[in-house]
């Protein structure tokens, strides 16, 4: 079984970013990048998979400017086998970033597409599903735990009301959220082996894909700011303040 | 103008998300039909058909419909996609699960998690955990848009509107539902409750929730939590308060023992009162906060409950 994990090149989840003054976006200069971290356990679930003897090859693909080749490395140290860099400076919606992959995927065919369920910095929780749609194929999103069967897999989701087990045939798309592994740390040896794996160039064009956004940014704003209140000294004082002043209780 | 909301509900009783996303579609405009889709859902039916502004109701009735699998409700709501010039779901894990189905079968892109709306083509939504606020045109023929529910009001039960029944059509991949595994609960759901109290790291177990539980009960609260809480198992993880767990916006959020990360601020940061309960003085949840107590919560919880109870809670 072959999987493919895309993976996104995102600020790192320690940040916390700025907007800009003019309003055009959030200041990104300067400021620490790294892996999704829902696309880390996407990565790790995959690599789990291989050592179970269950998968043969895991490729990701990354979507993204120069630097997204960083985040396909540090997937191959994990222990990826190979990976495909489409190249774009443009800043791609999910939609188009759901075309792309369906392009990578009917080119690879794999059985398996594992995804992060949302990327932390355009919070869309949105390209694994529209892939599926493309592809016509079954979904299990918000995975907890993913279980190879015959025919397909056995999925539990993580659901507003608690958990959920789905069955889906292959060739299917699952989204990963955050209790189904811990993702490892890439050791030394495996950084320097990853140098040398490939990674394939590719571009949006390739794929004949238009990735022009739909959605026009009109403004960044900041959100409004809650300011810090007051510290109350004993527990007594606080229910009479969430009483008389607040009202709350 | 007409716009299809997709109603929110577990077959038997319809769930308020929808009725914030009901108030979502009125300020887009034009017409407003709701989507029932379910087995055996007969009664959310009606009650859709109460609400202010809702002119039509449409009812699906179907086996594939009764977990509201991805692939059934794309294939369903694609089906009568024509007739709307908007498309707006609860952005629940079913809405999330579904919609970015319908959006791309559309040729649209998605309008996730909106927070209001400026105009029929104009959309808030946060980005980057909350900590930037986003404002989209979209260019598209079709919106296809998810809603916070918890920035819009509920509507009312003003309206009168008749069902109509559809036909579910089969559709094209499948998903199998295996089971579920639902929490139990005699408190409020934590999205809808007026007071939540929640609990992190500092909890320690699970089994001292129970403090929290008891000052639940006296306030009707609902019990939720931070990630780091979930992930160590002390609590489901339907209990998870953030940006990748629940958004909730209460009348009062109590956190206790909970440091205050940019990932739980992203769920919690918009509800009226904010209380923080931490024995670190530094702790960044205290910057939110109206109130402060700078305290063990091992003593200030049992505290805050006996003084509660002293106060005829
Ligand atoms: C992709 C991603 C998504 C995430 N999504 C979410 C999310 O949706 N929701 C979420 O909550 N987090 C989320 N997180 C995790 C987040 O970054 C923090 O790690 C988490 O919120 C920390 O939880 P905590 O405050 O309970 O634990 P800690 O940060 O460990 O804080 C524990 C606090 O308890 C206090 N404490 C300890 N003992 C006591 C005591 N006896 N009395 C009083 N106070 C005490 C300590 O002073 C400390 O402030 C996410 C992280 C990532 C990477
Ligand atoms: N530019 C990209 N390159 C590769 N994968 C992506 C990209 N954008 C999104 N994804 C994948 O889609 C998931 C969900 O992203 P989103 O829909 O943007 O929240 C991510 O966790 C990735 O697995």
Redesign the interface.
């Known amino acids: 079984m072959k999987i493919l994990v895309p993976v996104k090149r995102v600020?790192d989840?320690n940040v916390?970013?700025?907007?800009k003054p003019d309003q055009s976006g959030?200041d990104l200069a300067n400021v620490k990048m790294s892996m999704n971290p829902?696309c880390e356990i996407a990565v790790e679930e995959a690599i789990r998979l291989k050592e179970k003897g269950i998968a043969e090859e895991i490729v990701v693909v990354s979507i993204g400017p120069a630097q997204a080749q960083e985040t396909i490395r540090t997937a191959l140290a994990m222990g990826a086998d190979r990976g495909i860099h489409v190249t774009t400076d443009e800043t791609v919606?999910?939609?188009g970033v759901?075309k792309i992959l369906k392009g990578v995927v009917e080119a690879e065919s794999p059985e398996l597409v594992l995804l992060g369920?949302?990327a932390?910095?355009?919070?869309?929780?949105?390209?694994?599903?529209?892939?599926?749609?493309?592809m016509?194929?079954?979904?299990?999103?918000?995975a907890?735990e993913v279980e190879k069967t015959d025919s397909g897999f056995?999925v539990t989701?993580?659901?507003?009301?608690?958990?959920?087990?789905?069955?889906?045939?292959s060739p299917?798309i699952v989204t990963t959220?955050?209790?189904l592994n811990e993702p490892r740390y890439a050791s030394l040896p495996n950084i320097m082996k990853a140098k040398r794996k490939p990674i394939d160039a590719k571009t949006p064009d390739d794929y004949g894909v238009d990735i022009s956004?739909?959605?026009?940014?009109?403004?960044?704003?900041?959100?409004p700011k809650?300011e810090?209140?007051?510290?109350?000294e004993t527990?007594?004082e606080?229910?009479d303040?969430?009483?008389n002043e607040?009202g709350?209780? | 103008m007409t716009v299809l909301v997709i109603a929110e509900h577990d077959n038997a009783e319809l769930n308020d998300a929808t009725r914030a996303a009901v108030t979502a579609a009125s300020k887009i405009g034009g017409d407003i039909h709701v989507l029932v889709a379910g087995k055996g859902a007969g009664a959310v039916a009606e009650a859709a058909g109460k609400l202010d502004g809702v002119a039509k109701v449409l009812h699906a009735d179907s086996d594939t419909l009764e977990k509201k699998l991805a692939e059934a409700m794309e294939a369903l709501v694609v089906s009568i996609a024509g007739d709307y010039d908007a498309i707006l779901s609860p952005a629940t894990t079913v809405g999330k699960n579904f919609m970015p189905r319908v959006a791309a079968k559309l040729d649209v892109m998605l309008i996730s998690d909106i927070t209001a709306v400026e105009s029929a083509d104009t959309f808030v939504r946060p980005i980057y955990a909350g900590n930037a606020m986003l404002t989209v045109k979209s260019n598209d023929a079709k919106k296809v848009i998810t809603v916070r529910p918890t920035t819009f009001e509920k509507a009312g039960d003003g309206g009168s509107a008749s069902v109509d029944t559809i036909d579910a059509p089969v559709p094209s991949a499948n998903s199998e539902f295996v089971s579920e595994e639902l929490s139990k609960s005699d408190r409020p759901e934590l999205t809808q409750a007026k007071i939540v109290i929640s609990g992190g790291r500092g909890m320690g177990n699970g089994e001292n929730f129970a403090i929290l539980e008891k000052v639940a009960d006296k306030l009707n609260a609902a019990v939720g939590a931070s990630r780091a809480a979930v992930d160590a198992g002390f609590v489901p993880n339907d209990y998870q308060v953030g940006q990748t767990g629940k958004v909730v916006a209460p009348e009062l959020y109590i956190a206790v023992g909970i440091s205050g990360a940019i990932q739980h601020l992203a769920g919690m940061k918009d509800s009226k009162v904010i209380v923080a309960i931490n024995k670190d003085e530094e702790a960044p949840i205290f910057s939110v906060a109206d109130y402060g107590l700078v305290a063990d919560l091992f003593d200030a919880v049992p505290a805050f409950e006996a003084e509660l109870e002293k106060a005829g809670y």
């Open positions: 600020v989840y916390k970013v700025r907007v959030v829902f919606e999910p939609l759901a369920k949302q932390i910095d355009d919070d869309s929780n949105a390209t694994g599903q529209m892939l599926a749609a493309l016509g194929w079954p979904q299990a999103t918000f907890s056995k989701r993580e659901i507003d009301g608690g958990l959920q087990t789905l069955a889906i045939p299917a959220d955050l209790r956004p739909r959605l026009e940014v009109v403004k960044v704003s900041e959100p809650r810090a209140g007051v510290k109350v527990v007594a606080l229910v303040k969430l009483k607040a709350v209780i």
